[in-house]
């Protein structure tokens, strides 16, 4: 598959990247380069392996969910620079 001009402009728009008209072609000799790579890429014999969820055999070590009252807004509140009626206030941000 290449990739002509048209297309690099139409990447560089989507992509928001500013290409200069001079640097039209050598773009487009990269994306081509990057294709070829993957081209090789899907020449390689991948069908004993299999897929993987992460590189890391490791299990995650999890903590143990326990339910609390949740009756805390006194201390939460009590370092707030600023309260009203049980709550943060903080500036409007909405006009």
Do not use: H
């Not at 297309?7 to 081509?32: G, W, Y």
């Not at 949740?70 to 709550?87: C, H, R, T, V, W």
């Amino acid at each position: 598959m290449a990739i002509d001009n048209e297309t690099v402009r139409k990447v560089a728009f989507l992509s928001r990247l500013c290409v200069e008209q001079d640097k039209l072609e050598d773009t487009q000799k990269e994306f081509n380069k990057i294709l070829a790579w993957v081209e090789e890429l899907n020449e390689v014999n991948t069908d004993n392996v299999k897929p993987l969820v992460s590189v890391n055999d490791e299990a995650l070590s999890l903590r143990q969910d326990n339910v609390i009252s949740g009756q805390m807004s006194d201390a939460i509140l009590k370092n707030a620079p600023a309260k009203e009626f049980g709550y943060f206030v903080v500036p409007k941000v909405v006009e």
